[in-house]
T-cell receptor, first 117, second 113 residues
Framework: AQKVTQAQTEISVVEKEDVTLDCVYE???????LFWYKQPPSGELVFLIR??????QNEISGRYSWNFQKSTSSFNFTITASQVVDSAVYFC??????????????FGTGTRLQVTL | DGGITQSPKYLFRKEGQNVTLSCEQN?????MYWYRQDPGQGLRLIYY???????QKGDIAEGYSVSREKKESFPLTVTSAQKNPTAFYLC????????????FGQGTRLTVV
């Protein structure tokens, strides 16, 4: 069975601080996909990034960066120079990669990020 | 604008009544999903559908039913058999492959009194 663990329930930072959100996953599949979603107060989930299990190249996109390490089954997300608008709940998710199947996601419990002035 | 529309945003029902949540998408996506979110918990999959007239149970399907008569629509019925129906329900859609991201609606908050 697949499992995603986000051990940080809530993080509070002051604006302009860097913050890293942790994600650890478990799966028996050799091919899988990892996602980060953001849930602002409005409720909908907003897709941020996708990584497949064969692509361990880390990425930077603006103030966001991701660190995928297969050896430790971790897929951490960092926001540099945080802003108040970054305040939201962030979810890490995992999907199986079987041909023809839909994108059934297994979610972590989320990390609530509060950025204050 | 392309997207997923869930209605209503807030829904109140008396215990023992069935209630249907609406989900419509105009993204031409083949796959649609229903997730349930409880406070402090992640999203859990209720049902999903990969094509019209076909759907599969997710991890917590008991007490729920769905239909997929049209590609654009995937309504969820919360039946009286669902023991704890009060929750936030999110509908999503995707192209249909595991590698692709899902797009989510704004959710329906159901309160049963």
């Amino acid at each position: 069975a697949q499992k995603v663990t986000q051990a940080q329930t809530e993080i509070s930072v002051v604006e302009k601080e860097d913050v890293t959100l942790d994600c650890v996953y478990e799966t028996r599949d050799t091919t899988y996909y990892l996602f980060w979603y953001k849930q602002p107060p409005s409720g909908e989930l907003v897709f941020l990034i996708r990584r497949n299990s064969f692509d361990e190249q880390n990425e930077i996109s603006g103030r966001y960066s991701w660190n995928f390490q297969k050896s430790t089954s971790s897929f951490n997300f960092t926001i540099t120079a945080s802003q108040v608008v970054d305040s939201a709940v962030y979810f890490c998710a995992l999907s199986e990669a079987r041909t023809g199947t839909a994108s059934k996601l297994t979610f972590g419990t989320g990390t609530r990020l509060q950025v204050t002035l | 604008d392309g997207g997923i529309t869930q209605s209503p945003k807030y829904l109140f029902r008396k215990e023992g009544q069935n209630v249907t949540l609406s989900c419509e998408q105009n993204l031409n996506h083949d796959a649609m999903y229903w997730y349930r979110q409880d406070p402090g918990q992640g999203l859990r999959l209720i049902y999903y559908s990969q094509i019209v007239n076909d759907f599969q149970k997710g991890d917590i399907a008991e007490g729920y039913s769905v239909s997929r008569e049209k590609k654009e629509s995937f309504p969820l019925t919360v039946t009286s058999a669902q023991k704890n129906p009060t929750a936030f329900y999110l509908c999503a859609s995707s192209i249909g492959y595991a590698s692709t991201e899902a797009f989510f609606g704004q959710g329906t908050r159901l309160t049963v009194v």
